[in-house]
């Protein structure tokens, strides 16, 4: 650029300089007005209107009393004054607040004032129309249930004074933080104002120095771009990295500043590189300056390495978390099991809901074998549970008899991922979806069937939950033997205590008719003396 140019380009920043700094000082006294009307429109208003209603609140305690204690006339100056600050002056003042509050600007001043309003409307007037209402004739002053109702309210409980002082708090609190705002708003305004003269004064310096600045451009034009390409070789040789400013040419140091451009830029992606790779971002891109960059080779085959170690590590993370989730759940169910050992409802329910959560599944069902009777022996479903709730079915299956019937008697699990459309649903408040993946597992202990666990969800489960569910079913076959051989222990410890009381009852009647056959006995031989004698004496008689 010639020395005529860059002298024009001087002058017309210094020109877009005091254009842009007259358009701020404009704006600045602009927003300063605007806050002065706002305080004055608004703020202070609003001020005013609260002090108002302050002092009508305030003199409702001297109205009231007056109403109950001092005046039987139905239009006495107090009265009127309170109906009129009912009906008239607070709603006016009320709704010149909500008028106002819109512009507050502030939600704390608007909900403060509407509690104040439900304070008053909801709890004070309430009060105060009770009163008026109770006493609103001459007579009702010297009605005896009236006084005893009214009186107490007014000067033993002080429910009306209690709620005027809430009111007036509410009202003297909101007073308060106006006031406040107003003070904050001129001190902004004030501050505004401060910032202004100390702006006009920091561009007037400036613009001095810029004008100082553009004299001396042409006698730096070339000293300039070649101290600057010094500097910031200075900077790269001592690891430092600046913001290169040189402006690329065609000459001799345009082409230097295109170089440096490259090497800065190309360091700088190195350095972001080698940063991301720290966080531990091994899919950041990174290009090398060419084919013969061997930083740029040597960090990519880095990045390679360490994404291994880190596909490694996150394996074995993987495989911790799945032992430690296997352990807790051996032993919330190992807790389970020993907690509801003796009721085998109970016991299925319990088994099934937790299983379905800890394994985030859908649904479920617990089969337990019923052999009571060796020739017929077939599945009944103990428990089932579905979406966290549980579902009392009475549902009986014969061995070989669908999934579960096959489940017992191959004695295998049964993983399915692919699912009749009819088999199965699963319900929720979306409506109804078939489960993606199905699982039944045979209970098993000492190589003997005692239920198929049946479980069901939308997600398939994996190897790892797989395995753990059989391990579970194996603790679970265990104790539902103990749990059935308890119940059939108990069985006959009550068959037998059945039958020994049907014996003791059989000796019992035993022994009643042997009392009564001796009885008999003894009343036949009793007879029959009686007759001989009755023979002897007729014998006697006869010679």
């Given at each position: 650029m010639k020395i005529a140019a860059k002298i024009i380009l001087g002058f017309g920043v210094m020109t877009a300089a005091v254009i842009l700094n007259s358009v701020l000082i404009s704006n600045a006294l602009t927003e300063s007005r605007k806050?002065?009307?706002?305080?004055?429109?608004?703020?202070t208003s609003s001020v005013e209107l609260i002090r108002?209603?302050?002092?009508?609140?305030?003199?409702?305690?001297?109205?009231?009393k007056s109403w109950v204690h001092i005046d039987k006339i139905a239009d006495t100056p107090d009265k009127i004054k309170l109906r009129e600050l009912h009906d008239r002056n607070y709603n006016y003042m009320m709704d010149s607040l909500m008028s106002l509050s819109k512009r507050w600007g502030n939600d704390t001043l608007i909900t403060m004032l509407e509690d104040v309003n439900i304070s008053i409307t909801d709890t004070l007037f309430p009060k105060h129309k009770y009163i008026m209402g109770q006493l609103s004739t001459f007579v009702s002053y010297e009605d005896p249930f009236v006084v005893f109702e009214v009186t107490p309210m007014v000067e033993e409980k002080g429910e009306v004074m209690?709620?005027?002082?809430?009111?007036?708090?509410?009202?003297?609190?909101?007073?308060?933080?106006?006031?406040a705002l107003i003070l904050d708003k001129r001190k902004e305004m004030v501050g505004s104002l401060d910032r202004l003269r100390s702006f006009i004064f920091v561009m007037l310096i400036i613009l001095i120095v810029?004008?100082?600045?553009?004299?001396?451009?042409?006698?730096?034009?070339?000293?300039?771009?070649?101290?600057?390409?010094?500097?910031?070789?200075?900077?790269?040789?001592?690891?430092?990295?600046?913001?290169?400013?040189?402006?690329?040419?065609?000459d001799e140091i345009?082409?230097?500043?295109?170089?440096?451009?490259?090497?800065?830029n190309g360091l700088r992606q190195v350095s972001n590189f080698t940063q991301e790779i720290g966080k531990g971002n091994f899919t950041t891109e990174f290009t090398p300056l060419s084919d013969d960059d061997v930083l740029g080779h040597s960090l990519l085959d880095m990045r390679e390495e360490l994404q291994e170690a880190k596909i490694e590590e996150e394996k074995r993370a993987e495989e911790n978390k799945q032992r430690t989730w296997a352990s807790q759940g051996v032993a919330l169910f190992s807790d389970i099991l020993r907690k509801h050992s003796e009721n085998l409802e109970e016991l299925s329910f319990e088994i099934i809901s937790n299983m379905v959560k800890y394994t985030n599944s859908n649904q479920g069902g617990v089969f337990i074998v019923n052999d009571n009777d060796r020739d017929n022996i077939y599945l009944e479903m103990s428990s089932c549970y579905a979406y966290d709730r549980q579902k009392f079915l009475n549902r009986r299956i014969e061995v070989g008899e669908g999934?579960?019937?096959?489940?017992?008697?191959?004695?295998?699990?049964?993983?399915?991922?692919?699912?009749?459309?009819?088999?199965?649903?699963?319900?929720?408040?979306l409506g109804e979806v078939n489960p993606t993946c199905l699982l039944l597992i045979p209970l098993?202990?000492?190589?003997?069937?005692?239920?198929?666990?049946?479980?069901?969800?939308?997600?398939?489960?994996?190897?790892y939950e797989v395995e753990f569910m059989e391990r579970i079913g194996e603790s679970i076959a265990a104790t539902i033997s103990s749990v059935k051989s308890n119940v059939q222990t108990q069985m006959l410890l009550e068959q037998s205590q059945q039958q020994a009381e049907e014996m003791s009852a059989q000796e019992e009647e035993m022994r009643q008719n042997m009392e009564e056959l001796r009885a008999t006995q003894e009343q036949s031989a009793r007879r029959e003396q009686e007759l001989v004698k009755e023979l002897e004496e007729l014998r006697k008689k006869a010679l």
């Open positions: 806050t002065n009307e706002e305080i004055n429109t608004v703020y108002e209603l302050y002092s009508n609140i305030s003199d409702s305690r001297m109205l009231i209690e709620a005027t002082t809430s009111a007036l708090n509410g009202i003297e609190n909101l007073l308060v933080r106006h006031e810029a004008a100082v600045a553009i004299s001396a451009v042409t006698t730096l034009s070339l000293s300039r771009p070649i101290n600057k390409t010094k500097n910031i070789l200075l900077s790269i040789s001592k690891g430092i990295l600046p913001n290169i400013t040189l402006k690329e040419g065609n345009g082409q230097m500043a295109k170089a440096l451009h490259l090497v800065v999934l579960v019937g096959r489940c017992y008697q191959e004695q295998e699990r049964i993983f399915l991922t692919d699912i009749p459309e009819d088999y199965i649903k699963i319900s929720s408040g098993a202990y000492n190589d003997r069937i005692f239920g198929i666990m049946e479980i069901a969800s939308v997600h398939v489960y994996q190897d």
